[in-house]
């Protein structure tokens, strides 16, 4: 995972990348895609446009185009679907896109069946006008982040994410003299018994009001997707609850052109 | 870098284990330990005592004492050397401990020569009574990541800690309605252009009141520690400002103490 402009990895010449950016203009993964296409093996691509795009081809890469969605944060399933298509193919194998179908075909039923519309209501009622911090471990973490970058782009709240047991060891001090903060704690049925109990001890220790949900699936994956459906209808009630556009962001714009500027004023390193 | 109980890492048989835990009874530590010391090549155990030094030794494993510090964040310094020193001689390679000792001769002279206590002073009051945030990049990731720690910690109040470029995308957008928040940006001389562009848009298109801090060094390595010098003169501070014992952190036992009770109650997995 590269995220960054800088990160030099220790790679061989046997490697495959994949480059994922729903606008294909995200300058750090233009900037490592140009860094890190040369030596690699394999090359793929799930954008659809922008310079991306035009590097692909360019690279005779394998690409897949996603687009339609209403921003990209809303194209998340084709990310995701596309990105799972693409590593099957790169590494010659049918089952991680196979568990993701079966996956997203029970998350269908389960939508049209028994859609959490309440559940995400009582959480954001119980939340209030605090500030989120969200506390997640072993494959909930990448989706405790999203929860976190969710309530950010949809609802405009200040939000955080944090890992447990990292913060049994420093983050549990913090909480004593402040009722501004409330925790939602994700929980999944894998996780071990170890990092149960350290759950149990920071909610304990910390004081902290709090959430625990817990979710359930057949495999990680599920419970990762459930997780991520309850998170972002999260974002979306928060966002009802204070008027806030859910799909506009002109701070991100803003931010593409700042950037851009700076860039014409200075001379290339 | 394992700090949970159940990550996998898809290792061969060739790898080195350096084991790193001041008390030497930090639980995902031992787990890890237990479970990845069977098959690899070189072990390597930074503590003194607890159950990891038991450990270490009816493994044979090459051990480096630690010990003697107010608390294990103190012991950053001989923790920080001493996996220095386990690094360099398990990979047969003297530069990684000759570039620390040559960093800290020069940090020692500035610590003497001009210790940077009216800098911190300054920062801890324009913070006041908000919540740090801070931003880094790059080499000073891990770094923004211990200036939160402290904060927690020492000054046992909330801090939070994001990276740059990713915020762009999605923080940027949570600060408009809120005054409680408080940017501390880290910068050192060796972050690229990129980067210093995308913090440059950060702080304008945010709209957060901030203060940047720029960190120079002849090396990577050296910025970084003065950064962790300053964070933690910081975090020190901002404890005597809220009338915090620096030292104490009952939160932290009472959580192993917890953690332990939960394990006791139920069968093991």
């Known amino acids: ?64 185009q996603v687009g339609g969605a209403l921003a990209p944060r809303f194209g998340f ?18 089952w991680p896109l196979r568990e993701l179908q079966e996956c997203s075909k029970k998350l269908s039923e389960w939508c049209t069946t028994s859609f959490p519309v309440k559940l995400t209501e009582k959480v954001a009622k119980d939340l209030g006008d605090r500030y989120a911090v969200v506390y997640a471990s072993e494959h909930l973490k990448p989706v405790g982040y999203r929860w976190k970058t969710q309530i950010n782009e949809n609802a405009k709240l200040p939000a955080f994410f944090s890992v447990l047991p990292e913060a049994n060891h420093n983050e549990v001090n913090s909480w004593k003299k402040t009722k501004e903060f409330y925790a939602l704690v994700l929980k999944g049925s894998f996780y071990t018994t170890h990092t149960n109990a350290s759950i149990f001890a920071y909610i304990q220790a910390s004081g902290l009001q709090h959430t625990q949900l817990e979710f359930k699936g057949e495999t990680r994956i599920e419970e990762m997707l459930r997780a991520t459906v309850i998170g972002d209808l999260l974002s979306i009630k928060l966002a009802e609850m204070n008027s806030v556009d859910v799909v506009a962001t002109p701070l991100i714009s803003q931010v593409k052109s700042l950037q851009q500027s700076f860039l014409k004023g200075v001379k290339p390193c």
Chains 1, 2 share one sequence.
């Open 1 to 64: 995972m590269v995220d960054g402009f800088d990160q030099d990895l220790p790679l061989s010449s046997n490697y495959a990348l994949i480059a994922v950016s729903y606008s294909g203009s995200t300058l750090e993964t233009l900037e490592q895609f140009k860094k890190l296409a040369q030596r690699a093996r394999a090359i793929a691509v799930v954008s659809g446009k922008g310079e991306l795009l035009e590097l692909a081809l360019s690279k005779g890469a394998l690409v897949e």
């Open 77 to 94: 399933p084709q990310l995701l679907f596309f990105t799972f298509k693409v590593f099957s193919s790169l590494i010659g194998e049918s």
